[in-house]
């Protein structure tokens, strides 16, 4: 247990530029912005339906509102399936 508890902290102790944090997290983007984008490509039935209920809101920009949403937030539409698409 101590192996662990030392690893972490070594880890932990590091110091690291606000530049290597943006880098990571930009890094991290790119398998989940590819995902969400693939979600969304062959999920065109939650696009639709997301897209009709935004177009009283946002009547120029319904569609890719309804997209981005969906390519956005499509970790909740694989967990939680049945509450997004009532």
């Known amino acids: ?5 030392e690893a972490t902290r070594r880890v932990l102790s590091r110091r690291v530029s606000v530049a290597d944090v943006l880098e ?15 979600w969304a490509f062959f ?12 177009q009283t809101r946002l009547p120029a920009g319904g569609g890719i509102g309804a997209y981005l949403f969906v390519a956005g937030l499509w970790p909740f539409y694989l967990v939680l399936p049945a509450v997004c698409a009532a």
């Not at 247990?1 to 508890?5: D, E, F, P, Q, T």
């Not at 990571?24 to 693939?38: F, M, N, S």
């Not at 999920?43 to 935004?54: G, I, N, P, Q, T």
Request: no cysteine; proline share 3%; aromatic share 6%.
């Open 1 to 5: 247990m101590s192996g662990v508890r």
């Open 24 to 38: 990571t997290g930009l890094w991290l983007a790119i398998p989940y912005v590819t995902i969400g984008v693939a």
């Open 43 to 54: 999920h065109v039935e939650d696009v639709r339906h997301l897209e009709d209920l935004l």
